[in-house]
């Protein structure tokens, strides 16, 4: 839920925040199974970002650099930013984190549940377990 979290603080909107997600991840259901694509779970890759990045460098066949870990300059940060993406700018400028289930502090019950219910099959059939969704 951290993803639409993140959405949600950008869009202030929940319905959209959840389309989103919902539109995002289900384009992955259909490239999971094609031999040149690759899913990297979000929350898996900053547990522990060397690993995670290192696997992705060699699935892509390139060559390994540490500043691939390295926080810098944004594609956002030449752009003029309005709205929501004055946030994302902000938001891809931070250092990696192990998100901590911050969507706890700005959902209500109620909005767990929506989330829960319009999501749910589609997180189950990305892997994602109920007590550790999205």
Known sequence: ?????????????????????????????????????MVVHFERLVENPEKNY?????????????????????????????DNMIKR??????DFYVPQSIWRNIFSDVQIKKIKVETEILAAKLGYREDKMI
Not at 12 to 25: H, T
């Open 1 to 37: 839920m951290d993803s639409i979290a993140s959405l949600y603080n950008r869009f202030e909107n929940l319905p959209m925040s959840i389309e989103r997600w919902v539109l995002d991840n289900s384009a992955v259901l259909k490239f999971r199974h094609i031999d040149n694509s």
């Open 54 to 82: 290192r696997s992705i460098v060699d699935f892509l066949n390139v060559s390994w650099h540490k500043d691939v870990l390295n926080i810098g300059q944004s594609i956002y940060e030449n752009q003029l930013a309005e």
């Open 89 to 94: 700018y902000e938001q891809v400028k931070q």
